[in-house]
Nanobody, 126 residues
Framework: QVQLVESGGGLVQPGGSLRLSCAAS????????IGWFRQAPGKEREGVSC????????YYADSVKGRFTISTDNAKITVYLQMNSLKPEDTAVYYC???????????????????WGQGTQVTVSS
Protein backbone atom coordinates (compact mmCIF):
# COMPACT_ATOMS: atom_id res chain seq x y z
CA GLN A 1 0.00 0.00 0.00
CA VAL A 2 1.51 3.24 -1.14
CA GLN A 3 1.85 5.85 1.60
CA LEU A 4 3.13 9.40 1.50
CA VAL A 5 3.88 11.28 4.70
CA GLU A 6 4.73 14.98 4.66
CA SER A 7 6.52 16.80 7.44
CA GLY A 8 8.34 20.04 8.07
CA GLY A 9 5.58 22.61 7.88
CA GLY A 10 5.12 25.36 10.42
CA LEU A 11 5.03 29.08 11.10
CA VAL A 12 7.85 31.20 9.73
CA GLN A 13 8.44 34.92 9.31
CA PRO A 14 8.66 36.47 5.85
CA GLY A 15 12.12 35.92 4.42
CA GLY A 16 12.58 32.75 6.42
CA SER A 17 13.09 29.16 5.31
CA LEU A 18 11.48 25.78 5.78
CA ARG A 19 12.26 22.32 4.43
CA LEU A 20 9.39 20.00 3.71
CA SER A 21 9.88 16.25 3.49
CA CYS A 22 7.77 13.64 1.74
CA ALA A 23 8.54 10.07 2.75
CA ALA A 24 7.14 7.47 0.35
CA SER A 25 6.72 3.80 1.14
CA UNK A 26 4.83 0.66 0.18
CA UNK A 27 6.12 0.10 -3.34
CA UNK A 28 9.10 -1.26 -5.24
CA UNK A 29 8.61 0.22 -8.69
CA UNK A 30 11.67 2.14 -9.77
CA UNK A 31 10.19 4.86 -11.96
CA UNK A 32 7.90 7.48 -10.55
CA UNK A 33 7.41 11.19 -10.24
CA ILE A 34 6.69 13.08 -7.05
CA GLY A 35 5.14 16.51 -7.03
CA TRP A 36 4.55 19.19 -4.45
CA PHE A 37 1.25 21.03 -4.58
CA ARG A 38 -0.26 23.71 -2.39
CA GLN A 39 -3.72 25.00 -1.69
CA ALA A 40 -4.54 28.24 0.05
CA PRO A 41 -8.01 28.97 1.44
CA GLY A 42 -10.40 29.88 -1.34
CA LYS A 43 -7.88 29.06 -4.07
CA GLU A 44 -7.36 26.16 -6.43
CA ARG A 45 -4.63 23.61 -5.82
CA GLU A 46 -1.41 24.74 -7.49
CA GLY A 47 1.50 22.67 -8.74
CA VAL A 48 4.62 24.01 -7.05
CA SER A 49 7.38 21.62 -8.09
CA CYS A 50 8.01 18.05 -9.14
CA UNK A 51 10.84 15.64 -9.82
CA UNK A 52 11.28 12.50 -11.88
CA UNK A 53 13.06 9.47 -10.45
CA UNK A 54 13.98 8.34 -13.95
CA UNK A 55 16.03 11.29 -15.14
CA UNK A 56 15.99 13.74 -12.24
CA UNK A 57 14.25 16.39 -14.29
CA UNK A 58 12.39 19.00 -12.32
CA TYR A 59 9.68 21.60 -12.68
CA TYR A 60 9.08 24.79 -10.72
CA ALA A 61 6.14 27.13 -10.85
CA ASP A 62 7.13 30.65 -11.85
CA SER A 63 6.02 31.90 -8.44
CA VAL A 64 8.69 29.84 -6.64
CA LYS A 65 11.59 29.74 -9.13
CA GLY A 66 14.83 30.79 -7.54
CA ARG A 67 13.42 30.37 -4.02
CA PHE A 68 12.38 26.71 -3.80
CA THR A 69 14.53 23.67 -4.54
CA ILE A 70 13.30 20.11 -4.90
CA SER A 71 15.62 17.19 -4.24
CA THR A 72 15.39 13.50 -3.60
CA ASP A 73 17.06 10.76 -1.65
CA ASN A 74 16.24 7.81 -3.86
CA ALA A 75 17.59 5.30 -1.37
CA LYS A 76 15.03 6.44 1.19
CA ILE A 77 12.39 7.40 -1.37
CA THR A 78 12.13 10.80 0.25
CA VAL A 79 11.62 14.05 -1.58
CA TYR A 80 12.48 17.39 -0.05
CA LEU A 81 11.28 20.88 -0.84
CA GLN A 82 13.66 23.53 0.43
CA MET A 83 11.78 26.80 0.63
CA ASN A 84 13.78 30.00 1.05
CA SER A 85 12.83 33.68 1.03
CA LEU A 86 9.31 32.75 2.01
CA LYS A 87 6.52 35.23 1.39
CA PRO A 88 3.08 35.57 2.96
CA GLU A 89 1.58 34.42 -0.34
CA ASP A 90 3.34 31.06 0.13
CA THR A 91 0.96 30.34 2.99
CA ALA A 92 -0.98 27.19 2.16
CA VAL A 93 -1.40 23.51 2.91
CA TYR A 94 1.36 21.71 1.03
CA TYR A 95 0.78 18.21 -0.32
CA CYS A 96 3.08 15.74 -1.96
CA UNK A 97 1.77 13.32 -4.55
CA UNK A 98 3.13 10.36 -6.51
CA UNK A 99 2.52 8.77 -9.87
CA UNK A 100 4.24 5.71 -11.27
CA UNK A 101 5.69 6.86 -14.53
CA UNK A 102 8.03 5.03 -16.88
CA UNK A 103 8.79 8.06 -19.01
CA UNK A 104 11.07 10.91 -18.12
CA UNK A 105 9.90 14.22 -16.76
CA UNK A 106 7.12 15.09 -14.34
CA UNK A 107 3.79 16.87 -14.48
CA UNK A 108 2.51 19.96 -12.71
CA UNK A 109 -1.09 18.78 -13.12
CA UNK A 110 -2.63 17.38 -9.95
CA UNK A 111 -5.03 15.10 -11.85
CA UNK A 112 -2.08 13.10 -13.14
CA UNK A 113 -1.08 11.93 -9.66
CA UNK A 114 -2.59 8.87 -8.05
CA UNK A 115 -1.38 8.94 -4.46
CA TRP A 116 -1.47 11.85 -2.04
CA GLY A 117 -0.18 12.68 1.40
CA GLN A 118 -2.24 14.24 4.15
CA GLY A 119 -0.73 17.70 3.77
CA THR A 120 1.30 19.99 6.01
CA GLN A 121 0.47 23.59 6.86
CA VAL A 122 2.93 26.32 5.98
CA THR A 123 2.18 29.77 7.38
CA VAL A 124 4.33 32.76 6.53
CA SER A 125 3.51 35.66 8.79
CA SER A 126 5.15 38.24 10.99
Amino acid sequence: QVQLVESGGGLVQPGGSLRLSCAASGFTLQYYAIGWFRQAPGKEREGVSCISSRDGSTYYADSVKGRFTISTDNAKITVYLQMNSLKPEDTAVYYCALVFRYGSGCSRESNEYDYWGQGTQVTVSS
